[in-house]
């Protein structure tokens, strides 16, 4: 009976061996790596870092709420890409530290202890016999193996003589060089990672700021200090302006990143295109430090950065310094006259009881030709800015200074919309012969003046036979009926006179009750137009020519849309003083120092495992009558044809004056 002593049973693992096997399996690392390629084409595809709207605007509401929670606006400092950086660190760590000591104990093993039965198993073995004695064969096998590049290390057993050589040991380090790399480039890509803002945040040392306010009252926990070892922050300078501050956009915010110099730019240029699209830009910047005996001055444009410190400065792009615009108001919810006034770009201006918040000037638009889109044209300059109500609500208008042609005819062009994901809703103004808007908004002011639209609706009810035999009081109310219904066309358009006409009309005579009110409301239109040309100096008897009866239906169909517009007033730019600002996005990325040697000894392990396999060759040496028994074996890892082809010439060689093979 086998005693209990002998019968073999398997030691139960520990949690630490089940967990290191674990995390250093293939499994995992594989698994580990195609999360972070899929993570790369996520963060390929979807634009990173813009400002929340801009996503809110190209995704719409729900798919940006769902992308939100994600964190796919900013893939590579999520806290899940992150985590998955550093399992493939811990896991490929744990992969070189098992196997680590196997590896260097095989790059320095010669194997000069091989047995000859082991020798004869190995698919590439030859044997023959030599007259000439060990030492002749020593010498002259050696030289052959150094012609060969290989190392070799000699063994003594019995009378028998075995020479261990090897080459291609890189390739072994290069599995080494590979995995270490891995590590170098995922470190270096956390320390770039926004980790350390990540690990503040939820230790609650900093909170990101949403409000639009000065960079002096923005709140010291939404500041970061110089010691920030990483970041990627932008700012915008205008000529001749001077920052030490700049703003990293942040989830739905932004904070405030202090710089331990001061940027100043010096001049802005930018070359455009015959259309007006930007060709090329470069700013001149100082750099104002205290440590530096003269201040540094540098010129800059795209791919060409300046780096200070540790610091890299970028060319981004380019906006708006604060310009200066000179607007002419047009009030639309009275007949008073137009006010000038002047505003500046990314400063607040008061319009009545609203705020003008002007955010950004454009002296060209560059945009597809509407008639042809093959072409582009340059729509000239244009502003956008916001009125903001006294209750904090604000709409938000993109206005053109010049007029643009439409099915060759020239419109002044206005967009609004109400919030920031939507697009702009356009509102197209006719110009006059002289391409100006004061035409149009006389006649838009003269149906919000309630003097002369009574006048106008008297005159036009009097002007028909019927009206003539008519007595005052009928001509009066016909009169009102005129201006209520001219009220309710510039309240609310075609739409309002067709829903007060279902309320109060019944379903059989409502077709009737809308040509009436259609005739009604062109006739007092017309009158009303033509006192706007007779105010001009316009003889309103003679009939209207082709141009000014077109410039009166498209004047009615601005009225008819004109209520969305859900302004108090229309401003028209009339002139500009164009400051230009330079747009500088500055980085600090300790983890490059990292990544590019990484990425330098990835290629290298590729490199030495692919193209340095390893290869073995033993040559045991006898004695054996006169001369000596010769036995030549070898393998290979990879590469087996190559070596078969190596195997083959070495065994040529070595058998040269051969007395005999076995």
């Not at 260097?104 to 093993?109: G, P, S």
């Not at 090897?166 to 320390?191: D, E, N, P, R, T």
């Not at 000239?380 to 206005?399: C, I, M, V």
């Amino acid at each position: 009976m086998q005693r209990l002593q002998d019968i073999p049973f398997l030691m139960p693992q520990s949690t630490f061996s089940i967990l290191l096997r674990f995390l250093g399996s293939m499994n995992l690392a594989i698994t580990l790596l195609v999360a972070i390629a899929v993570a790369a084409v996520i963060g390929t595809v979807v634009q990173q870092n813009l400002p929340y709207p801009d996503y809110v605007l190209k995704f719409g509401p729900f798919w940006f709420e769902v992308f939100k929670s994600l964190d796919l606006f900013n893939v590579y400092s999520s806290t899940w890409f992150l985590s998955i950086m550093g399992f493939l660190v811990l896991s490929t760590s744990v992969c070189v530290y098992r196997n680590l000591p196997k590896i260097l104990r095989d790059v320095n093993d010669y194997r000069e202890h091989s047995q000859r039965h082991a020798l004869l198993k190995l698919p590439h073995h030859y044997s023959f016999t030599d007259v000439r004695d060990h030492q002749d064969n020593l010498a002259r096998i050696s030289a052959l193996l150094k012609q060969h590049r290989y190392r070799f290390r000699l063994s003594n057993d019995q009378g028998s003589l075995l020479i261990a050589a090897k080459k291609g040991s890189g390739g072994q380090l290069g599995y080494l060089f590979s995995h270490v790399a891995i590590i170098v480039i995922c470190i270096g890509g956390l320390m770039d990672g926004n980790l350390p803002l990540k690990l503040a945040e939820l230790q609650g040392r900093i909170a990101v700021e949403t409000r639009r306010i000065p960079a002096s009252a923005i709140p010291t926990i939404s500041t970061l200090s110089t010691d920030n070892a990483s970041f990627r922050a932008n700012v915008d300078i205008a000529e001749g302006g001077q920052t030490n501050l700049a703003f990293i956009d942040y989830k739905d915010g932004y904070l405030l990143q202090k710089l331990p110099f001061t940027i100043q730019v010096d001049d802005f240029r930018v070359e455009h295109y015959p259309s007006g699209q930007p060709k090329s830009f470069e700013s001149d910047l100082t750099v104002l430090d205290a440590s530096l005996p003269q201040p540094l001055r540098q010129t800059i444009s795209v791919n060409h950065p300046l780096t200070f410190k540790g610091y890299t400065i970028y060319q981004n792009s380019f906006g708006d310094g604060g310009s200066k615009l000179r607007l002419k108001a047009w009030p639309l919810l009275t007949s008073a006259a137009p006010t000038d006034l002047e505003a500046t770009v990314k400063q607040f201006t008061r319009v009545d009881n609203q705020q003008l918040e002007i955010s950004d000037f454009r002296p060209f638009n560059v945009k597809p030709d509407p008639d042809t889109q093959k072409k582009f044209i340059n729509f000239g300059p244009s502003f956008q800015y916001k009125l903001r109500h006294p209750d904090g609500t604000a709409n938000e208008y993109l206005t053109y200074m010049q007029p643009i042609v439409q099915e060759g005819r020239w419109f002044y062009l206005s967009g609004m919309r109400s919030k920031v994901f939507e697009q702009f809703n356009y509102w197209f103004m006719p110009a006059d012969s002289e391409r100006r808007l004061n035409r149009f908004m006389a006649f838009y002011q003269a149906l919000n003046n309630p003097d002369t639209l009574q006048a106008i609706a008297l005159a036009t009810a009097g002007s028909t036979e019927s009206g003539k035999q008519s007595t005052l009081q009928e001509r009066q109310a016909v009169a009102r009926f005129m201006m209520a219904l001219a009220s309710q066309f510039v309240a609310g358009g075609y739409e309002n006179i067709s829903a007060g006409i279902a309320q109060n009309i019944t379903e059989e005579k409502r077709q009737e009750a809308s040509e009436v009110y259609a005739t009604v409301l062109q006739r007092l239109l017309k009158n009303l137009y033509l006192h706007v040309l007779q105010e001009e100096g316009v003889d309103a008897t003679q009939p209207l020519s082709g141009f000014d009866g077109q410039f009166l239906a498209d004047a009615i169909a601005a009225v008819n849309s004109a209520h969305f517009y859900a302004a108090p007033v229309f401003l028209e730019l009339e002139g500009f003083q164009h400051i230009e600002a330079t747009g500088l996005q500055i980085t600090r990325s300790p983890g490059q120092w990292l990544v590019f040697p990484g990425c330098l000894l990835l290629v290298l392990g590729v490199f030495c495992m692919f193209y340095l396999p390893q290869r073995r060759l033993w040559v045991m040496i006898e004695k054996y009558a006169a001369g000596s028994a010769i036995l030549l074996a070898g393998s290979a890892l990879r590469n087996r044809y190559d070596f078969d082809a190596e195997f083959e010439l070495i065994k040529q060689q070595l058998a040269q004056h051969a007395s005999s093979v076995q």
